[in-house]
């Protein structure tokens, strides 16, 4: 019998490549989207690939959506066995530029509806005794960075509440593991850039630096290239391998500021990894006129996938 997993967020970027990953790998996958416009373009992927989902509406802000799309798989498949929380917003900016109900909106995605959902799952995973609950987090759960405190903020919540969960369901048998990737290629960090609204008003006396440090992300991620296929192929490792690791970077560069974080006394780490952050963003000099905008290969919303054909005999996944 093939293990059933159910993915937030599934209507684009990591969400939707790992439910395609996941379904090319023998699970069973509810993928699931806020949006049921966004269903279509999912099955359409799936079909492009050769695998089969199934698709349903959860909003992880909606607790009736959320409900029923946990008892639809379990009366389908009579339990479930993984969650992968991958819904997700971003907001980009400097705090003072930040609104509150902008960072209300982003908590109530990414901390209270990553809570929200495990919580419907977990009376299902305790009375099996067995199961896997894996957070899409970022390495900005572990590393802050200036122009990014509302994200940076609910990262760090989610691996605080992760690492304390982890502890409570260990004894049911249960796993619970924190997926730490770099800037991925996706749709959140290009089309769907998340900049909040004040930020973007040449007016805010933290423009310049805004637009500096958006240029920064922009060269980050065209030097390193993570895509949603490493991602993907990391959460499938935890959702396997028989003894999963509570955290798992993804990315060179992530892997290397987390260890670097680790090893350095904090000063020096300060001094040469924030320090220059700030330096970079903060010096002397006009700031680029107008933002960067990077575009995806293809078609925004599907073709970004980083997969080969799949058709293709004995292909493999791109890993970075």
């Known amino acids: ?47 492009r690939w050769e695998v089969s989902l199934q698709v349903l509406y959860l909003d992880v802000t909606e607790p009736d959506s959320i409900q029923r799309a946990v008892e639809t798989v379990v009366q389908t498949r009579g339990a479930i066995y993984a969650v992968v929380h991958s819904a997700g917003l971003g907001l980009r900016g400097f705090f003072e530029d930040l609104a509150d109900a902008e960072i209300r909106r982003l908590f109530d995605v990414n901390v209270f509806g990553v809570m929200a959902l495990t919580r419907a799952v977990l009376p299902h995973m ?129 892997r290397i500021v987390i260890l670097l974080r680790r090893i350095l006394p904090h000063r020096w780490f300060e001094r040469l990894y924030f320090g220059q952050i700030v330096s970079l963003v903060t010096r002397s000099g006009k700031p680029p006129a107008e933002f960067s905008q990077l575009s995806l290969p293809g078609n925004a919303d599907t073709d970004y996938l980083g997969l080969p054909p799949p058709n293709r005999k004995g292909w493999k996944w791109r890993i970075s």
């Open 1 to 47: 019998m093939r293990e059933t997993v159910l993915i937030s967020g599934a209507g684009s970027g990591i969400g939707l490549v790992s439910a395609l990953y996941l379904a090319q790998q023998g699970f069973e996958v509810f993928a699931t989207v806020p949006d049921l416009a966004q269903q279509a373009a999912v099955e359409a992927a799936a079909a």
């Open 126 to 254: 305790r009375a099996a005794r067995r199961g896997r609950i894996v957070v899409v987090g970022s390495v900005g759960g572990r590393v802050a960075s200036m122009s990014l405190t509302g994200y940076c903020a609910g990262k760090f919540a989610l691996e605080g509440f992760a690492e304390s969960l982890w502890m409570e369901v260990r004894p049911f048998g249960l796993h619970v593991s924190v997926i730490e990737p770099g800037i991925v290629m996706t749709p959140h960090f290009t089309v769907h850039r998340g900049r909040a609204a004040a930020a973007t008003d040449p007016k805010s006396p933290y423009f310049g630096w805004f637009v500096r440090h958006e240029q920064l992300a922009d060269n980050i991620l065209r030097a390193h290239r993570i895509m949603p296929s490493d991602v993907a192929r990391t959460v499938h490792a935890a959702l396997t391998v028989r003894h999963p690791r509570l955290r798992y970077p993804v990315g060179r560069g992530a």
